[in-house]
């Protein structure tokens, strides 16, 4: 059990990873498609395991991504009182639509408790399919595209920096920013999603960003988008849309193009890569405006630049471990 008195005796790895410098860039999951569903609390192992639903949801999964390739996450979400409806589950699916895109495809249902089960292999298995949509399911989905929904970790099973360092931003985000989006934002709990590090980390969705080291001083800039984009910079974890080395590239081009960038539709591409020692990437950023008015490209070289320890984990004894920093050493805008 975690007391009081072990908090105050813990070595948070966010703490350390924050106070060595740590860039977050690069962390952030790649996939194809989401699939956000709400459950109550408590998430432990052992409900986990225990449960029929998620038991069968998480083989499926697994097997597509081993046997098939296809790039899927799930989140769960702690039911909110004002979201939320008495004996029905709210699902959120987003899913890459295009090779080149600018955000998720969002696709949102309401399932009665009694059926979540069915739903989520019925839509897990029509992923093999690609399909548009579940006729036999529209009558539970619900028009929700002008909603943008933030996921925030607070998920202390996994590491208790996530809910020591999350709830207090989930909190601000909930009471105040959704409060006054006039139903325009959605602000959740959400389960981990890895990099507790860099704890309180957010998912946004669906433009499928990532963030960590979250402070509230830049959370008006995170959500209203009312000044400049480079006080963003430390705290970007990277675009779903992306792999790692593209992910660093992409932060840059943003920094220089500003707000319109996330209308861009994009795509990525390592050229090539030192490997297995991973010192250095060519890396090739495709976008076009979504009428195709404006394409290019951008070609970026990424390098090592020095290293940092940090703490995978929490806890007073946690070996530290040193990680490779990187920054872009050549930025080219190419038509």
């Not at 934002?185 to 890895?194: E, T």
């Not at 070996?319 to 038509?335: A, D, F, G, T």
Request: proline share 5%.
């Amino acid at each position: 059990m975690i007391t009081q008195d072990s908090l105050s005796n813990c070595r948070f790895c966010c703490i350390v990873s924050k106070a060595n410098g740590e860039d977050p860039i690069g962390s952030a999951p790649t996939y194809e498609h989401c699939l956000a569903m709400e459950m109550g609390l408590p998430w432990t192992e052992k409900r986990w395991q225990e449960n029929p639903v998620l038991a069968r949801a998480i083989a499926f999964i697994e097997k597509l991504i081993s046997e098939h390739g296809i790039k899927i996450r799930g989140q769960l979400l702690v039911p909110d009182k004002e979201y939320s409806c008495p004996g029905y589950t709210r699902l959120l699916y987003y899913r890459r639509a295009a090779k080149l895109f600018a955000r998720f495809e969002k696709y949102e249902f309401l399932i009665p408790d009694s059926e979540v089960g069915s739903f989520v292999m019925a839509l897990l298995e029509t992923l093999l399919q690609s399909p548009t949509v579940l006729p036999d399911w529209e009558q539970y989905q619900q028009q929700s595209s002008h909603i943008r929904e933030l996921m925030v970790c607070t998920d202390g099973n996994v590491d208790v920096a996530c809910a020591r360092f999350g709830y207090p931003i989930y909190s601000k985000l909930r009471s105040e920013f959704a409060t006054a989006s006039s139903g325009k934002l959605r602000v959740w709990r959400c389960s981990h999603f890895g990099g507790h590090q860099f704890a309180p980390t957010l998912i946004d969705l669906p433009y499928g960003q990532y963030w960590g080291h979250l402070q509230p001083e830049i959370l008006e800039l995170l959500v209203w988008r009312n000044g400049s984009v480079t006080g963003l910079y430390p705290f970007y974890r990277g675009w779903a849309g992306l792999s790692k080395f593209e992910q660093i590239v992409e932060r840059e081009i943003w920094m220089q193009e500003g707000w319109n960038w996330l209308n861009y539709h994009k795509a990525g591409q390592v050229m090539a890569m030192d490997e297995p020692d991973e010192e250095w990437a060519q890396v090739r950023i495709n976008f076009s405006a979504e009428d195709g008015s404006i394409k290019g490209a951008y070609e970026a070289r990424v390098e090592v630049n020095g290293s940092v320890m940090t703490a995978w984990d929490s806890g007073d004894k946690q070996p530290l471990e040193e990680v490779k920093q990187y920054r872009v050493s050549r930025l080219v805008k190419v038509n």
